[in-house]
């Protein structure tokens, strides 16, 4: 494996471009994908091809990961998609405020004020009710795309 | 009047068949009883009243003067013999016969072979020598044919008549009865049979001939119901006798034989069926099944049972060309079509499959004509291409050689699924004049199509006409012909098998035979064609982008295929094509962009062919060259200092997610030759694979990713580990378990999509599936070890890490995930298998975890699936057998854990075992219990009575009491005495009384299960 060839194109740092593209026939199940500018979960592949001696295309469906809506796209196989960055970062939390704004504690001891809240009761309640317990949480907050939403939660308090 | 008593009977006796009889709550033996006296009372003479019902009718309906409602009584009666004829018969005695019908079989062509008619959800009908007067004798066949004959004839010009109710249940009547076979028949050498089936034959073949003129009459609206009843039969027929009787059935009747009535008819069908497209023809391919399964019935025995007239052979070879050549045609026609089955190669292939099959058997029926005309057809189309000089659009011929591909790829070969393929008989003793290779049918045709497959190695070639669908049936077909017919494994050794049946043909077909099984052998040009397949495969996997079928079929067939035998391989890892291969694998970026799964795939295979070096060392090196670039750039990965801002890039955890997956392919290829550089392998990235697991937590592909791989890296090199290695191997698996566990226990995620709920449900499952696969792969060590040498002080406690594995593994495991089969079939199997072998470990795991094992036993005991309660089963026995121990030794056992729990509901308020005790007995009582399972039930419960004597005598005592009829009273309280106090039993836990027990549970079972069981 060549040196030059093999390192990430090292564009973290400044404006970092929130998609990467790669081939539409290595896209799996279970990975991401942008459908009409909205970062989606894939959660079905197909393929077919146009006309019998044709090429492959592959037929995905997705699941944006932000509002749930269901989107589909047809791409043929040997070109490329955008499938963006989703990161995921745990942040434990510290207040729930008033105005539905959580605020969280980063990695680094600074706070993080500008998440609202879900929207969703049954969501909120259980963010909530547990805090209310007094547990100590860690939200999990998937970022992608210029959007957030906390996707997951998780109880570290002692037993 | 009549009809009234002819459905009264009919309700009868399916009330007494025990298929369709309703609940009444009685016990089983009750139930067995009335089913037997009705057969042996009541039955025949039921048969009999129904049969003298129809004939009184019949005169009347014969000379049309028959009203209405004796139409019904007739076809009423006839439909109730019918039912009649479909009972379960049990009284035969066709078991104990078996021999003798078995030894005039063979020599006078009637074989009964039960299972051959399951397909169509018919079966044989064996009612026993007692109806031979009431079916036989009494001329009872000869009325029914020539009275359905006779009104058949008046009704000839009424299209709908085949469809009344008369009519049907006259056919299905005289289709049932072609399957009378058994003792009813006398013993005359299968005489009165034979004329039994010709007699019906002379009827039914008015409903199928002249079969022109018949699938004619369908294609203008008449019913096909005749037609296909008719099918039915010739499918009994050719079941009970062998494939000269059924040829030579016909001939006393009509001046050719059966097989060439069965070609003709054939031919018909498939001729209407490739016609796709017209709804009306829907029966053609109900048609086409039937008469394919017989074809597959005459053609597929081996032996004397299938010789074949020269008549039948050109009938055979006939009816091969009309199906190439409508195939070929509907082929043409549909190439422009869009292409619906998208998963062609996958899904549909079985049923595609099973039908070309069939034509390839009727193909090797006739090799010497069908194998020229199939090299001819395909050097018509290849030669089409050469000329075209891209003015035509050859989309059409490309289908048809697509078509050719597939079909030639049958004949050829068999698919030999998980089995040694060898060259198919027909094929090996065919053309016995041949001794020149060049001259041999079969070697052309390959040829032919090798050297067209290799004109996909030219761009321009490739561009122009060598479409991924084709390019699919080249690869299909290479596949099935290198497993076949490259350095084949008789001409490898120098000898030639010879099957037993061919003796007196031997001298020439020998050589033929020896031309077929050398011309591609290892010192012929067997290495040539190696190598214009890896060049072949190489520009599949290159030059296709994005074509996943196309490269699927590449991977998991053609190049599988390859290294699956060793003297190939030895071969193939000496041509430059292969090294060219590995190289691009290890060094080049090209490969990465096939889907990763397949990268998966190709490690495997690239590794596996290292197990050909003669040396150790040569081995080894092989594969270090092959992965080390990928540890080197995982462990750079991971060292990275600007890490975690990179490594959440799609990008990266594509790149990751590639390199894992060929590290597992890798693993999965372990060998003993290989086994020392890929634990090298492993070790190289343990470090990096923690950080990753680490950093990559909330990436779920990744972890399990990252999980596979030590799964099967553990699989592959537990049990030839020293224990050094052991230890290191162990220590990285717990520091995993870790990890994991501490990112994953009392994690909730959250979504408002249920079905990115589910998702990230199935994954987590996904997840645990593995980690118990993890814990079951290292306790395999204890069970299988090649290591060389162990040295005490150095070795692991293997208990020791499952048992600190499970503390952490069984928080995250909840009786809910248990519902997904495979997960609790792998929980399951890791519990038996651990309380079987450190039963004193797990009697030590703290409490929390301990209830915890004891509720999820409880839990797979009820389960449905056999194999997880099988597995309880056995678990249940060991616990119960080492606290039993224990005690006898004196010692504390599970001591307060088997007898305390706070359970509040009260279920376990009593000790574990008593606990089980009393559910096992519940559910071997009044449960329906599985037989397959009484041997683990035994094991389970002598243990468990022995604990708990007073229990189990209480239980007992209970038990009888609540049983009010005194009868069934008397059976149970003396089948429950036998079951403990029978067959000198003591009270030791060794093998013996084991055994014993086990003799006696079977003994109570079947005893308890005729009374106990209620229906």
Redesign the interface.
Known sequence: ??DE??H??????AG?SK??P?????I?K???IVIKGRAC?V?EV???????????K?HFVG?D?FN?KKLEDIV????NCD??????T?YQLIDISEDGFLSLLTENGNTKDDLKL?T?ET?LA??KDGFAEGKDLVV?V?SAMGEEQ???????GPK | MQSAGISFLESLVSEFSPGTSTGMGLPKDYHEQCHSSMELNYLKEFYCWAKSAALNVADKIVSCYANISEEKVCSRALRFMFQVLNWNFKSSPSALDNSSSKSNSGSFGIRPDMGLLKKFERSLLEPGPLWHDALLSSGHMLWLLNFYAIVRQKHSSDMLWFDSPLAVSARQLIVQLCSLTGTIFPSDDGEMHIKHLTQILSAVIEWVEPPNIISGALRSGRSESEMIDGFHALLSMATLTSTMLFDNLLRSLRPFGTIHLLATLTCEVVQTYVIKNDDEQTWSSEALDIMLEIWTVILGRSGNDMKISAEGISSASNLFSTIVESHLKAAAE???????E??YFHVSVSRRDETLYAYALIARAAVETTVPFLTRLFSERFALLSQNNERMDP?QT??ELYWLLLITGHVLTDSGEGETVLVPEAIQDGFSGVTEELQHPVIVLSWSIISFAKQSLDPKMRNAYF????MEAVIWFLARWVDTYLMPIDAAKGQLGISGHDEGLQQHPQSSKKVLLSFAGQHSQGETILDTIIRISMTTLTSY?????LQALTCWKLLVVLVRRRHVCIHLVALESWRDLARAF??E?TLF?????LQRSLAETLVCAASSFKDLETSNQYVRDLMG??T??LVDISSRN?LK??A?????I??VSCLLERLRGASRATQPRTQKSIFEMGCAVMNSLLTLLELYK????VVYLILKFVVDFVEGEVAFLSAKETSILVNFCLQLLRIYSSHNI????????T??QS?AQT?KYKDLRALLQLLTNICSKDLVDFSSFSNDAESTDIAEVIYVGLHIVTPLISLELLKYPKLSCDYFALISHLLEVYPEKVAQLNKEAFDHIVRTLDFGVCHQDVDIVDKCLRAVNALASYHYKEKIAGKEGLGAKALSSEESNGEFQQSILSYFLRLLIQLLLYQDFRMELAGSAADALFPLVLCEQDLYQRLVQEILEKQSNPAIKTRLASAFYALTSTNQLSSSLDRNNRFRFRKNLQVFLIEVSGFMRII
């Open positions: 494996m060549s060839e093999h990430f194109d090292s564009k973290a740092d970092a998609t990467y790669q081939q539409a026939g290595t799996r279970n990975g991401y979960k959660v197909s393929t077919s091809k146009t006309g019998k001696h044709g090429h492959a592959c699941i990961i749930n043929p196989s040997s070109h499938v963006p960055h989703v990161t995921r745990d879900p969703d969501l259980q963010i999990t998937m906390i996707c997951a939660l998780k109880d570290i | 549909s190439a422009f079509e869009d292409d619906s998208a998963d989309t490309l289908e479409s991924p669908r084709l982008p994005g074509e996943n079928e290890a060094n970026r962009s096939l889907n990763a799964r670039p990928m080197a750039y600007d801002a990179v959440q890039q799609a990008d990266a594509y790149m909330n990436q779920s592909a009392g994690k909730i995620s959250l979504s408002l999509s079905s990115l998702e994954e």
